[in-house]
């Protein structure tokens, strides 16, 4: 989900490719093999461009509330290996210029 002030939205593309101008919150649900209980992860990433503020931060830890966990806070090139893992082995970010957002530049992370 895209994180912006009090309002977070559900990505439609490209779930494996992040901007670094964007805070996302990313929700993992498994059920746990051993106790039959389901177990919940959310990262909250936040790239090199962005800039979080006081409304992304309470969104996120309302997001976190909600699904009962802790909120894990991840910074663009830091990424844990649970996180990649969990977008299918693979994470692409990419750089948008401000003069013309159809000149990307891709910068890719690979995950085991």
């Known amino acids: 989900m ?3 002030g009090a309002a977070a939205m559900g990505l439609k593309n490209d779930t494996n490719a992040f ?5 996302l919150a990313i929700v993992r649900r ?3 093999k051993s106790s039959g209980l389901v177990e ?8 090199r461009r962005s800039q979080i503020g006081e409304r992304e931060q309470r969104k996120l ?10 909120l894990c806070p991840v910074q663009q090139g830091c990424e844990p290996p649970e996180l990649v893992h ?11 210029r401000l003069k013309n957002v159809y000149d990307d530049a ?3 992370m690979t995950g085991q």
């Open 30 to 32: 498994v059920k746990s």
């Open 86 to 96: 969990t977008l299918g082995g693979w994470l692409a970010t990419r750089q948008v």
């Open 19 to 23: 901007y670094d101008s964007e805070i």
């Open 40 to 47: 919940t992860t959310l990262w909250g990433w936040q790239g």
């Open 2 to 4: 895209s994180v912006t």
């Open 61 to 70: 830890k309302d997001m976190a509330r909600h699904y009962g966990t802790k």
């Open 106 to 108: 891709f910068f890719f």
